[in-house]
């Protein structure tokens, strides 16, 4: 127990440390309740977009580095070119700001990876991904989950034993479960539309801290000209281009220092604001999805 405290105070420092003292009280010690989730809720957005350090200065047009937006999901069609795996210690990311050609390099995996096999969710586009061919064969082609290659090669892997492949799966069984819980998630998705974690979740059901819920979202990268590149949320970032939904909510974790310097050019009026989704901050533009019009808390 004290070596865990020692790292964590290592990693994150005194304040850090305490945030996370905090927010285990409030949230999974024997002391937790509905009660102290609620209180945590109410207060947490608000502490986290004062507090919690990131790259975005007071000299930042964008003002919360923790906000949701709607986005078309026609928008997001490229995946980010960060190192692979993106999604990687992304707890620490939000609000990130890097300069480099990451957005428009080849991408590559890192060298230490042990993780799901890339060539599985993977490509140039969105649309090009294994994973959309079989959700796309799955619900728009009505073929059976184990007539897809993702699936079979899925499958293929965990028989030759490979130990993390899919999610948590570790058998066939594992896989017919977890395709059951897609078929679910699409029904909800073409009722409800995509709604954001904290939408679809009350206070009490949630099982983690304030960016525990943002990395439950779809979560996305900005490229030096603007693009919105995919981070994680591919699951339902695929079944909301195949409904053809007007709108996802989308966080945003690393952006380009490019793309801020032409964030600061539209607050100081020296170039015309857009209908881009992280410059609402900025300029009073519409947005995707006229009837969401809003920054979830």
């Known amino acids: 127990m004290l070596g865990a405290i020692a790292d964590v105070y290592a990693d994150r420092g005194v304040k850090g440390t305490c945030r996370l003292g905090s927010e285990y009280v409030l949230l999974r010690s024997p002391l937790a309740s509905p009660l102290t989730k609620s209180v945590y809720w109410s207060v947490a957005p608000s502490y986290y977009r004062r507090r919690y350090p990131t790259d975005l200065d007071e000299s930042t047009p964008l003002s919360d580095p923790f906000k949701i937006r709607s986005v078309s999901p026609s928008r997001i069609r490229r995946f980010t070119r960060r190192c692979y795996p993106p999604w990687r210690n992304r707890d620490q990311l ?19 990876y042990g993780g799901p096999p890339e060539e599985l969710f993977h490509a140039d586009t969105v649309a090009e991904s294994p994973l959309y061919r079989a959700l796309r064969a799955r619900f728009l082609d009505d073929r059976p989950w184990t007539e897809t290659r993702f699936i079979r090669d899925v499958i293929a892997r965990l028989e030759d034993g490979a130990e993390y492949v899919w999610h948590d799966c570790q058998t066939r069984s594992d896989v017919l479960d977890r395709c059951g819980e897609l078929e679910r998630i699409h029904r ?30 779809i979560i996305v990268d900005v490229g030096r000209d603007g693009e919105l590149l995919l981070v994680s949320g591919k699951h339902r970032l695929c079944i909301a281009k195949l409904l053809e939904l007007d709108a996802v909510p989308v966080a945003f974790l690393v952006r380009h220092a490019g793309w801020l310097r032409t964030c600061r050019a539209v607050a100081d009026g020296e170039r015309p604001g857009t209908d881009h989704p992280d410059l609402r901050d900025v300029s009073d533009q519409p947005t995707d999805g006229a009837s969401r019009q809003r920054s979830l808390a």
Request: with cysteine.
């Open 94 to 112: 939000f609000g990130s700001v890097r300069d480099g050609d990451w957005d428009r390099r080849p991408h590559e995996a890192a060298p230490t």
């Open 188 to 217: 909800s998705m073409e009722r409800n539309g995509c709604l954001s974690y904290r939408e679809r979740t009350a206070p009490r059901d949630r099982d983690g801290n304030f960016i525990d819920a943002l990395e439950r979202e």
